[in-house]
């Protein structure tokens, strides 16, 4: 294995607290930026940032796209070698589902040729086909086609899910100019990067809290907004073009909506780590009470507070017991570490570095707290003896 890079925390370090609006989204050169810089200035203050030149040396990146000629041209032909004709999720721009894209499945291929195809009869359809959420990295273990920037390294949700070969949230997206997603806050209150390696996206991004003017009478948000939209609502808002080569830090709860102003293809991951955690259980507990509200009138049935959780995995994704299989695990690993001295590694190429183990298992115990607020329910889930062991071995072992 190549040697790790450290991922390390200044114990001593002041977070400062985040601006609510700061006046610009900075754009940060990768190499003018350490992890410990991110981990301070972005993660930690829940701001948005954009690095540029982190693809530089992807396979991707130099490969999948001819930068030689006057433009850039995406090299189909290497793309259908490297990759079979595998089944691929699309979702169809032109038509709305409740509140997503109308989704299909497509060969890889015929996805490539209709992305090929230039004009013709076909251009209208072309134009809405965008290939999205695709698991081209667990689809192709093999196929080192980028490296996970260092700076999104410390990543307990892809950490978990690969150590115990479940769905990740690593994608790919290729679309064509005009193909969009719909205005949204991401999965679980998670952390987003993404990083354009070909074409432009146009990213329309609120600061946490905007979003609530944008709500309907019944409490709904729009499902496509524009700049006429935000300004009549008084919302304020970061018009990004984001072009190849930058990625772009979208934190928790930070609602965007997203469009290829050209034809446009991305790798993003979807994480959270000891920085957002709180705001996980926050988000998490938010969908539980709102289950609870909703079949409020069942109450009295045998196994109501099951009923709901089995309620809150399906509409949510996730429930308290897999939360706390999460954390269980990443505890585990870094006590590990630090009682017998086994290295966290992540993505094979970073390791924790003492400090950063600390942190981690410091913010388990903080949200595992405000969790074990919630006694009598956990008691009732048989979930109650798992939090409390955690909180103690880690507390034992951070003495
Ligand atoms: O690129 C897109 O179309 C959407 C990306 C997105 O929503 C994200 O990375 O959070
Ligand atoms: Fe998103």
Sequence with gaps: MASLTELEVDPAQEISPALPFPPEIQRIPAAELTYGEFFRRFMSTNTAVIISSVSDRWECFRRWVHRTGEVDKVDVNYLKAQIGNVTVPVANCGKQYYNAHEKLDMRFHEFLDNWAEEGGDRKEERSKMYLKDWHLREVMPEYRFYETPLFFGSDWLN????????????????????????????????????????????????????????????????????????????????????????????PSGWYHQVQNLEDAISVNHNWFNGCNIGKIWDSLWAAYEQVVREIDDCRDMENFDEHCQLMLKASYGMDLEAFLDILEHVAKKRIAALVEGVDVIHFDLYKLGKWHIRFDLKKIQEVLSRMHEQRDLLDILRLLARVEEIIDNIQVTLK
């Design 159 to 250: 950490e978990y899910l690969v150590d115990r070969k479940l769905d990740d949230y690593m994608f790919v997206y290729i679309g064509p100019e005009g193909t969009w997603t719909s205005f949204h806050a991401d999965v679980f209150a998670s952390y987003s990067w993404s990083t354009n390696i070909y074409g432009m996206k146009k990213w329309l991004l609120l600061p946490p809290g905007e979003e609530v003017k944008l709500k309907d009478n019944l409490g709904n948000f729009p499902f496509d907004i524009s700049e006429q939209l935000l300004k009549e609502k008084d919302v304020r808002y970061y018009d990004i073009r984001q072009t190849a080569g930058e990625a772009i830090f979208v």
